[in-house]
């Protein structure tokens, strides 16, 4: 969500160039009426596909590949540049790709364009963070192995120009599903040059092709005249302009200066829907808002650490936030995935923690003094430029009054920054998190925030019984059995409070007076190519 994970960067100049957007047009794909300007952000990794684990850089990335299936609005998966995907037992697979399909720069994608880019992914020595994604094909141990014992995944076989073969570990109910996610994606033989920079300038097979990006400040993309797929661009192109603020943003909205914006600021929350009329846009989406934090932090290491993990969840009074704030746009978390997804069961065993008990919050904090005295603050990082303030303070203040400590919100820059400091374990506090859905699945959720290594695993979870239970569930014969095994998985992240669940989203969006079609889709970004004007 992208994670992947959620938010916008920007610089200063921004505001002025979305203002300049509209007077002066941005894009070689069409004059500046005819292009679409939605709100974006600074991508933290060069785009590609299988380094690109965050919301800014994979709602590009998304518009510029095309993958064997993809989800539409409501998050249906359907086949987009496979022909067939053919298996008895869920383990091994037959994949059989469309044929004259290329890429923009004019070469074909083939079979070996999957599987060369695929075995790229997973290789340790690439460093790639979406390289657990691979986790489940056979060989993906050797190759992610530091160093690596092998160089391609044994699971992976090539059969001809457009079929290959695919044998995973063990069954998995969720993997063809999983095919229309970004690390899956088919990458062309001259990205392997030079990858960061191909990724400063992709070359995909997806509905827009690369025109330019004005790095913090816009990424423009056109229409790829040689798309086949099921999702083809509705307009004449896409411009991402990074605002500095959401405020900025929803002003230049207001203004029609920008013609899609997903989130609205918390200090429109309450009148969006007056102000917009009819462009306000209102959806329940599989995206959770949480609070971890990596056990190298004092006080937050094995026993004590669980303590206070669940002291300070329990002091978190989230329904007077998400009232008080976010004016019914938040829904108080009540698992660790997202309650619109298939499975979701919102009276798991040990979701008591989630509640507000200031009481039981105070027990507990003792019960970790104990162990080791409190000193010090509770600091929640959060990136300053993605609308987090509000919530953040007001959590750091339900902990300080519940708890009696002293708890503050420590703002970042830009969400660069922090992804930064977490990614190389240097954060030192708390910090908020989100993720937003890549691909329509609880197993996403689950395996890309909490199994063991995983390159998304951000609080360095680690339990091999979740571990055992999540691939079991992944084997399970029918959706209700995986679904049963999802659940238990979810009674340990919460028996050892793997992090600190805050709230699931319905999305606050909107669309300008120049756009007459704007939709939200399942994970909550819009749906980019069907966006007209």
């Known amino acids: 969500m992208a994670l992947r994970l959620r938010t916008i960067t920007a610089s200063a100049a921004a505001a002025l160039v979305a203002m300049s957007l509209a007077l002066t047009g941005c894009s070689t794909g069409g004059t500046d009426t005819d292009v679409v300007t939605v709100n974006g952000g600074e991508p933290q990794n060069p785009l590609v596909p299988t380094n690109t684990n965050e919301n800014m850089g994979g709602r590009v990335v998304d518009r510029l590949f095309a993958g064997l299936k993809f989800y539409d609005a409501e998050g249906k998966a359907h086949n987009e540049m496979a022909q067939s995907i053919e298996t008895a037992d869920r383990q091994h697979y037959t ?115 690369f025109d330019s990006w004005e790095h913090n400040v816009k990424l423009d993309l056109s229409p790829n005249p040689d798309y086949h797929g099921g999702r083809p661009a509705k307009n004449k192109g896409l411009s991402f302009v990074m605002y500095q603020s959401y405020d900025t943003a929803y002003a230049d909205l207001q203004a029609g200066n920008l013609d899609a914006l997903d989130v609205i600021p918390d200090t429109a929350l309450a009148t969006y829907k007056e102000d917009l009329g009819d462009r306000a846009i209102s959806k329940p989406i599989a995206y959770s808002q949480h609070i971890g934090i990596q056990p190298s932090v004092p006080h937050f290491g094995g026993q004590e650490g669980l303590l206070r993990r669940k002291a300070i969840s329990m002091a978190i009074n989230r329904q007077q936030i998400a009232d008080n704030i976010f004016h019914g746009t938040r829904v108080p978390a009540r698992d660790f995935t997202a309650f619109t997804l298939d499975g979701f069961r919102d009276n798991l065993p040990g979701s008591e923690v989630l509640q507000y008990n200031p009481e039981e919050a105070k027990k507990l904090w003792a019960q970790a003094d104990a162990l080791s ?86 609080t360095e979870y680690s339990n091999p019984e979740f571990d055992r239970l999540l691939f079991a569930a992944l084997a399970a014969p029918t959706p209700d059995q995986a679904y049963d095994l999802v659940a238990k998985s979810q009674e340990v992240l919460f028996r050892d409070m793997a992090d600190i669940p805050i709230f699931d989203y319905n999305v606050a969006a909107g669309r300008s007076d120049r756009v007459t079609k704007a939709e939200v889709t399942w994970s909550g970004l819009f749906d980019f190519e069907n966006i007209e004007k």
């Open 95 to 209: 994949i059989e790709i469309k044929p004259d399909w290329t890429f923009s720069d004019g070469s074909p994608v083939t079979a070996k364009s999957f599987v060369d880019a695929w075995n790229y992914g997973a290789l340790g020595t690439n460093g790639q963070v979406q390289n657990w994604a691979f986790s489940s094909i056979a060989g993906y141990d050797e190759v992610s192995a530091d160093p690596p014992k092998a160089q391609t995944m044994s699971g992976l076989k090539i059969v001809d120009d457009h079929t290959f073969t695919v044998d995973l570990k063990q069954p998995s109910i969720d993997f063809e599903l999983e095919l229309g996610f970004a690390p899956f994606y088919p990458l062309p033989e001259s990205a392997y040059k030079d990858m960061k920079a191909f990724g400063e300038h992709p070359i995909g097979n997806g509905p827009y092709k």
């Open 373 to 458: 005295p409190w000193s010090g603050t509770y600091q929640i990082a959060y990136n300053s430029d993605g609308g987090h303030q509000a919530w953040v303070e007001a959590v750091a203040n339900s902990v300080k009054n519940t708890l009696g400590v002293d708890a503050v919100g420590v703002p970042y820059p830009t969400f660069k920054n922090i992804r930064d400091e977490i990614k190389s374990k240097t954060v030192g506090k708390a910090f908020r998190y989100g993720w937003q859905g890549d691909y329509p699945s609880m197993f996403e959720f689950l395996t890309s925030m909490y199994l063991t290594g995983s390159g998304t695993n951000d």
